[in-house]
Structures are given as structure tokens and as C-alpha cells.
């Protein structure tokens, strides 16, 4: 049972390993005009997605919820309210993906396509870097996740 437990923590680090590096990444991109350079961190910055951040959003829930019920923990009463708390706040992450990631990903994809065709970095690449909707919800996601990581520590409630 505890194993369960174990593999959640073990997938939760991969997760926020994705989530980190690929921020980190797009920050780099976003501060150099060189769009050989801009390129080649967007490439790696979609790997850490790809091979982490989302698989690894499925994977956590999943593991978690498994834990929860191989321990025969309920999900509110006693000492488990940070189970609930913490499930709520992690779906509602997801609502960013159709609502934020997705169409304003498009909206990117398509400025660092023209802006490579042209060879050289545009205004609408630049617009699209600087997305203050992309932004807060790449911070939200962060601070949700560490919200979530405190909560699943400390077990406050």
C-alpha cells in the first residue's frame, strides 16, 4: 500500500521536474533574439511537456488516487481534509489547457513559424512570448503545485 504512495511522490517529481525545466526554458527563449536559439529552447521546452508535464499531470492524479484508496483513506472526515483540498485544486489546473494553453499554443506556434520563415524575430513572436494570460497561468500553475506539495506535507486538516 505504501508503494502507491511511494510511485505518487516518485511521479510528483518528474511532474515538477517537467514543470520547472520547461519555464525555465521558455524564459531563456524568451530573453535572446536569436532565433536559432529561440527555436531550439522552444524544441526542448516542448520535450519537458511532452515527456513530462502532461503525462506526468495524468499519471500523479492517477497514482494519488490510487494511494488514497490502497490506504483506505476517505477523502474528507479527520485529518484527510487536505486530501480534498488538494484533488480540487490540482483538477482545476486543468482547466487552463482548453481555456488558456491550447488556443494561446496555437496563437504562439503560428508567430515562431512566420517569424522562422522570415528569419528573424518578430513583433507577433514577441506579443505572443509576452501573453500576460500565458504568464499568470503558467504562475498559478506553480503556485498551486507547491500549495499542493505543503498541503500533502504538513497535512493540516
Known sequence: MRWWVVLHVVIAFGFVAGLI??????????????????????????????????PGSFAVLV????AVVAQGRPL???????????LVLFVALFAFV????????KVFDAA???????????PELQRAF???VVAFARNAELV??????????AKPF
Open 76 to 86: 474528507t472526515g479527520p485529518g484527510n481534509g487536505w486530501l480534498l483540498v488538494s
Open 130 to 132: 509576452a501573453d500576460p
Open 21 to 54: 525545466g520547461r519555464n525555465i526554458t521558455l524564459a531563456k527563449a524568451r530573453s535572446t533574439d536569436d532565433l536559432g536559439q529561440v527555436g531550439a529552447l522552444v524544441g526542448l521546452a516542448t520535450r519537458f511537456e511532452k515527456l513530462l508535464v502532461i
Open 63 to 66: 497514482a494519488g488516487l490510487i
Open 98 to 105: 482548453p481555456t488558456v494553453f491550447l488556443p494561446r499554443g
Open 144 to 153: 498551486v503545485v507547491v500549495v499542493i506539495i505543503a498541503l500533502m506535507v
Open 112 to 122: 515562431l513559424e512566420d517569424a522562422t520563415a522570415k528569419g528573424t524575430m518578430t
